[in-house]
């Protein structure tokens, strides 16, 4: 009598909720007589509850089937089938959760092997060689594989371990994930192992599973049919080879595919995914290259929102053990992150908060106590609140080009909000970004460690029409005057002294150095040329008593102003005609304490569309 398929030694089933797995056994015997087969399931020394003997099938003609029903989660259990005189035996089976795992070399394993979780004899692999063996790094040998995809040999059995035990690298997630899974549930763990490094998503497609054995689709089915037919859940980690400007706009639109097929060929519509955000690569790159790691990142990070039971866990915070691989302290935290989120979306424990996300970025506000601006940042699913390691770091502003915008130069923390400080003087257009380029420096988590995911660059703020500020202007000097600042005309400006404000003061017109200790009033005359007429706000900073006229009339004042300066801080709405205006400011230089003033107008009457697309009109200025 001999077991033909449906069950293999030492394999782990896949159980369904209470009512545990239930097997369908078919094999060979040397009798042709009709029989009876019977089971007999045991657990240490001990028999299982109601399976001592217990009929399960029937053989005839030389060959028999049996079905073994709701095999309670457990073992290991040691199975005896009989049918007249024969018998045929597993030493150990197990019933308990399937998970498959795919993707590239951060699943299949890159850490150094000082990092690999202990083997568990309830925590069983289905290795390439779709055998099942006790789970121990490294999890994934691909000369073991019968499948061309993944080597162009298979490699003996005895070569496969001596494989292993020379290997100085080759730990993954998977076995420290599967450790948890046994902690938090109890039952055994099996571990399906297909994932191959440095292979793209062009290569999972899953139009390739007819060439079986020579695609990395079609040999993945073939290992999960082999081990299944169903599973807890795939966790998948890949995204690395896709991160280029060709293939990153394709990355969700394979995403889908590739979810989609595996739920319709194992059969399995809503097959739980547990997938990775991309963590960092510590090599040179161009802007180009930046940017579609950062677009493959937040592809990931909305990837939940457009393929149902799909969750994602960030990598962004953990160790290399290499320019691009986790370490082997970041496979055991990314585990345990994988750990929570399975147990959660997969096993339905809805006492595990979901992975954090992002809520929403909010307005900037001004601080005027710091002479800064602040942008708060809201996350949702972070038990115990937001914490660092230090400083907390990864916040980047990010100009309109692309090019990072230094600024982001505090990050202050509160419950599930990160504050982000940025300077008063930001320039508009910036957006915001966490994990911002390829390498860079984040630690934020919550009480459980799990790790923020990397987003944008987003925008932030109300869309606005801005327009830049005005740097170039003829100027007075410092002039005594014995009419107070109020009480003045508009002040002549003559052109033989033209300067340029620039270097740094992102629009500050900045005369410290010559106003330090003086007295007096100073006067600055520009030009502005409007293509049409335009309903503007006058957005002005000062630090000492201001007053701004357009052509002769009084336009905006303060005579109040004080220390410090702040761009936008006096607003004013005006309807301008088309053609050339002159601009005249004069300030008070407050006994040597005023420093200067910004000035800018802000477009009121265009459309969300245009302000979107940048396709308005703008004035051009002249000293």
Known sequence: MRIETGLSEGQVLQRRGKRGATVVLKGITTSSTPSRVTATLFEGHQTLAGWRNRVVGRAAKGNFSACLPEIPAGGPYRLELRTGKETARIASLFVGDLWLLAGQSNMEGSANRSGAALPDPRIRAFSMRREWRLAEEPLHVKAESPDSCHCAAQCTPAQGEALRRKESKGVGPALHFAREMLRRTGVPQGLVCTAHGGTSMQQWEPFRKNGKGISLYGSFLLSAKAAGPIFSGLLWYQGESDANPVDEPLYTGRMRKLVAATRRDLRQPRLPWIIVQLGRHIRPHTPAEAAAWNGVQEQQRLLPGKITALEVVAAIDLPLDDTI??????????????????????????????????RSIGEPRLLRESFSRVIDVTFENVPGGLRALGEPSGFTLVASDGNECPGAYRTSLRGNTARVHIPADAPPGLRLSYGYGKRPACNLTDERNMALPVFGPLPFGRPAAYLPFITEW?????????????????????????????????GFVNEHVLWQGRSGQAYFASRMDLPELMRLEILAGYDGPFRLWIGDAPAFGDLAGINPCFPDKGRKEIVLAPGLHELTVAMDLNHGLAWGFYLRFRRLDVSAAQIASGQYSRPTYLP
């Open 325 to 358: 691989h986790i370490g082997a302290d970041g496979v055991a935290k990314l585990g345990d992150r994988l750990a929570r989120a399975a147990d959660r979306l997969a096993l339905g424990n809805r006492r595990e908060p979901l992975p954090p996300r992002l």
């Open 474 to 506: 003829r100027t007075s000097g410092i002039v005594s005057s014995e009419l107070p600042l109020g009480r003045i005309a508009r002040p002549q400006v003559g052109g033989e002294n033209i300067r340029r404000y620039e270097g740094g003061t992102g």
